[in-house]
């Protein structure tokens, strides 16, 4: 499994990922989810993965070839020459439809799950900041003011917190604070994701990576958040009334 | 889809069930999933269903109508006349093949799951509490110190509350504190989870309902626990420390 999440608000982007990757129970790994490209000035992009890992992986393989053969054929569209995300976006779904028309069918003959989805966001120079979510058969949808984030994978126990949290006026601080705590509650209850974390962020309209870093298992930041978090979870249980059974 | 949680604690039993069925997205009705039994002095049982609602209510019936037979006939076996819990857990779980080889190849032929599992709880003079969860095929697990609560349905909201709080010697203050919030967690993120509940505490050799009720809507014990937790976590939040990143 794979926890990833998205936001878009008006003070930039905000990606985190999860690294464990798991064929059934007993074959656990560690794989990177989130693949950035930036373009100095021009543009930033960032993805992050859920689902099938060959699929994922080929469907990369696809995007990163076509930027190497754009370097010695301009004709080549890429994700970093596409004149819009929203194009950018599109070529990632068409990588995506690629990829299951090769393998989907023996995929599944063999009983295996072929679904895959990856988050997609990013900024164009002169262009608004978008974040997509792409799915298995290759269309998105787009998170919008009412919906600024986006999530895949196991998303059921970081939602309530970014429910309660996240508005697209969110000022870049709490959004942190609410990303690390959504990431730190599917941790605890779901084995199959995992620590190491990365995390991204792109300040609006800056075209640049204002973090980009790898979130180990003993990072102080997260521990603390983490640990605090415990604490006033316990503080706020003992606090409340006791309901009238009791 | 539902929400149903039972714990057994050194204090006693708990169960809390939601009402709300669908079939499909658009069609959403009120049916109750908590069920209780109770032959003074000898025994109290209560049990908690979810899944597909034509299999738990013909396996109600098959139970319910072996109860009536016994009054003529005391040589049918029932729930409330079977010489142990285990036994009576057994009673439900031949109940489930029954309704489960009735109908479970036709419901398959529409594409209709017949899945269904069922919480039963409660205690007989001279025995201990005991806590079952029942499957589809007519197996069940039982509820042990070490995993003192068990879920059915919608359950990943509402584990991370219990998972934090509840061990076998929580008080019974604590623990319907931790059950009403987890149902609250279940229903804030969940539309397929729905008031009213009901709500089931057996203390421990008592063999007697404490409390048997159903919290409406407007239930102000309900409302209380829920604004308060609200605003318990909204405080937490923001006495969190913010993340180095920002």
């Not at 393989?61 to 054929?73: E, K």
């Not at 299951?100 to 063999?110: F, N």
């Not at 298995?136 to 970014?162: C, R, V």
């Not at 204002?210 to 979870?233: C, L, M, N, P, Y």
Request: aromatic share 6%; proline share 4%.
């Amino acid at each position: 499994m794979t926890y990833c999440v998205g936001l878009k608000l008006d003070a930039g982007i905000v990606m985190m990922s999860d690294t464990r990757t798991n064929a059934g129970l007993d074959n656990i790994s560690r794989f990177r989810k989130m693949f950035t490209w930036d373009v100095p000035g021009d543009r930033v992009l960032v993805a992050c993965c859920a689902g099938n890992l060959s699929i994922t992986q080929g469907l990369l393989s696809r995007i990163n070839q076509a930027i190497a053969r754009s370097r010695d054929d301009d004709r080549v569209e890429t994700i970093l020459n596409a004149p819009t995300l929203f194009r950018s976006a599109q070529l990632f779904g068409e990588a995506m439809k690629d990829v299951q028309a090769r393998h989907r069918e023996t995929l599944q003959a063999q009983g295996a799950g072929a679904d895959a989805s990856i988050l997609i966001a990013g900024q164009r120079k002169g262009g608004e900041m978008r974040l997509y979510l792409l799915y298995s058969a290759g269309n998105f949808i787009e998170a919008t003011p009412d919906t600024p984030f986006l999530q895949i994978g196991e998303h059921k126990y970081g939602k309530p917190i970014l429910d309660r949290v996240i508005t697209p006026a969110t000022p870049m601080e709490r959004a942190l604070k609410a990303v690390y705590l959504s990431m730190d509650s599917t941790l605890r209850s779901n084995l199959s994701v995992g620590m190491p974390l990365d995390l991204a962020v792109i300040p609006a309209d800056e075209i640049r990576f204002a973090v980009q870093r790898r979130i180990e298992q003993d990072d102080e930041d997260f521990a603390a958040i983490s640990r605090g978090w415990a604490e006033a979870i316990r503080d706020a249980f003992e606090t409340l009334p006791a309901v009238g059974e009791a």
